[in-house]
């Protein structure tokens, strides 16, 4: 990788609050159960991801500040068993990364020398979206311009003066459009995929980054990337896909460096993504696509809703049906499947 990668820019969206859930006990539907939920409340969630371990779902959530006491009600009243961690935060999110693997490894770098922190991520074709205290955000923003170029920004200063005003533009887009069927502009899917679960200690962070570095020498491309809350301290668990391949060793790539870190691999899986106009500023879009899946008993094994996007993972054999089910529930004026190279 170049000593500094130009991207096309980044956003940061303050005044949320992180909340992570961990389901303590198996039930498949959990995360459509806690989506509906928070969409018949009218509540946004501007960023949600959720993996799935020894059956057991982890969710990771934000929501804006002004709705916080509210969801924190829900789940008390909802879940009682529950015992959600909540941190104010603010979402980073740097475009666009096309999926490369050394853009998130530049990423995790740099995050992981801020020191030991509540953090999230959740990807989509175009970004990279983290979630991170929001007492560090001026220190991340600056160390992304070491080795990150911006377009015009050449200093966070930079940055700042042209974002000035436009957070409050960004806030008045609010849940105000209910399509009787949500607009997506696309669905792209592929196939021949391998879900990797990567158990570490968050202090080994950076360290993960060099790995992430590592694929994408080898010409690999990341098609699904986000992290799973942990109910051990001071543990992350991060979960993405790369092509199969019959010639890399992801697992031992990765325990090359990190000997001590959990790892699980997860062959023929497909993920697929889609975006839409009010993705970012409706609830209720990630409840309808998770009820939908459920009717027809496709297997999600991990969501990522963030920036307009969503992008998913599910076992290979059945990502037709799932097809299928996200176009009785949207509108969607075209399907294409992506093929993927290897090196």
């Known amino acids: 990788m170049n000593a500094s990668t130009r991207l096309g820019g980044f956003k940061i969206l303050n005044e949320v609050v992180w909340i992570s859930v961990i389901q303590p006990k198996e039930d498949h539907r959990f995360p459509t159960a806690f989506s509906n939920l928070v969409s018949s409340e009218k509540i946004n969630l501007p960023f949600l991801t959720c993996g799935e371990q020894n ?36 979402i980073l999110s740097i475009f666009p990364h096309r999926s490369k693997p050394e853009i998130i490894g530049v990423l995790l770098d740099v995050l992981g ?16 979206s983290a979630v991170l205290n929001e007492d560090v955000m001026n220190e991340a923003t600056a160390a992304l311009f070491g080795p990150f170029q911006f377009g015009p920004y050449r200093t966070p200063a930079d940055w700042k003066l042209a974002q000035k005003g436009k957070e409050e533009l960004y806030k008045e887009v609010v849940a105000s459009y209910q399509e009787k069927k949500p607009k997506v502009y696309g669905l792209e899917w592929q196939e021949e995929q391998e879900l990797l679960h990567v158990k570490l200690d968050s202090a080994h962070l ?14 690999l491309v990341l098609t699904f990337f986000i992290s799973r809350p942990s109910k051990e301290k001071n543990k992350g668990n991060l979960f993405f896909c790369l092509p199969e391949s ?5 697992i031992g790539m990765i325990q090359k460096l990190l000997p001590d870190a959990s790892t699980v691999e997860d062959s023929s899986v497909a993920s697929f993504s889609m975006n839409g106009p009010h993705f970012g500023d409706r609830y209720g879009i990630a409840s309808e696509l998770l009820l939908v899946l459920d009717e027809v008993k ?38 294409i499947k992506k093929t993927y190279s290897q090196s």
């Open 55 to 90: 059956q057991a779902w982890g969710l990771n959530l934000v929501v804006d500040s002004q709705d916080a006491e509210k969801t924190l009600g829900l789940i008390e009243k909802e879940f009682s068993d529950i015992n959600p961690t909540t941190t104010k935060c603010a």
């Open 113 to 128: 020398k801020l020191g030991d922190q509540p953090i999230a991520f959740a990807n989509s074709p175009s970004a990279i």
């Open 206 to 219: 950076s360290t993960m980054g060099t790995v992430f570095k590592d694929f994408a020498r080898l010409g």
């Open 246 to 250: 019959d010639k890399h060793d992801y």
């Open 298 to 335: 496709v297997e999600l094994l991990g969501l990522s809703c963030s920036i307009h996007s969503i992008t998913g993972v599910l076992p290979a054999d059945q990502i037709h049906p799932a097809i299928e089910a996200i176009q009785g529930c949207f509108e969607v004026p075209s399907v």
